[in-house]
């Protein structure tokens, strides 16, 4: 019997949510497919139909999960007008949705291991780069900001959130989302025209 493109999106999406709770306690090395299809009562061919392999499954998740982060930083910077609150207040959804318990570990820890580095920039680019290029662009075009280039820019602010990021990842008890936004805030001081 022929399954429904309904029934083939549900299941894909059961073995998705099984495989974020996995991959997010546990760690992409230490998360078996065995376990994931036990889980929602499935084979590993049921898998397979949907996903090549684990790294399919897992580069899947993690698109899902870049999207959501995109979608922290959009809502929380369009709750303002100003483009600095803009930019401070998505810069920090940025930093507190990665260090989340749900994302950390799948998005700062395995995702450039898993990927490599350029594919995970890459997929970083499609989302969360985006958003903060096109604001920085805007800043500029309003003569907000010095006359630097948005692109370096982009990459410049990302990489000190993604490595803020990453060392408050490892080092909860002794710095916060706090720590990295006082940081940030320097930052932008030096960027105001």
């Known amino acids: 019997m022929r399954r429904t493109e309904s029934e083939a999106e549900e299941t894909r999406n059961e073995l998705m949510t099984v495989a974020t709770s996995h991959f997010s306690k546990h760690g992409y090395a230490e998360t078996s497919l065995e376990t994931i299809v036990s889980e929602v009562s499935m084979t590993r061919g049921a898998l397979y139909h949907h996903f090549k392999n684990k790294k399919g499954l897992f580069i899947?998740?993690?698109?899902?999960?870049?999207a959501a982060v995109s979608d922290e930083v959009v809502a929380a910077s369009d709750q303002w007008e100003d483009n600095w609150d803009k930019l401070y207040y998505g810069c920090r959804a940025f930093i507190e949705t990665s260090v989340s318990d749900d994302h950390r570990q799948i998005i700062l820890i395995d995702a450039p291991s898993v990927l490599g580095w350029n594919e995970w920039r890459r997929l970083d680019s499609e989302h969360s780069m985006k958003n903060l290029k096109y604001l920085l662009s805007l800043m500029k075009e309003k003569g907000e900001i010095?006359?630097?280039?948005?692109?370096?820019l982009t990459h410049s602010l990302s990489g000190a959130m993604n490595e803020s990021a990453l060392f408050i990842a490892s080092n909860p008890e002794d710095t916060s989302v706090d720590d990295a936004m006082d940081v940030l805030k320097?930052?932008?001081e030096g960027l105001k025209k």
């Open 60 to 66: 899947s998740v993690l698109e899902v999960l870049q």
């Open 146 to 152: 010095k006359d630097l280039s948005p692109e370096m």
């Open 186 to 188: 320097y930052y932008f």
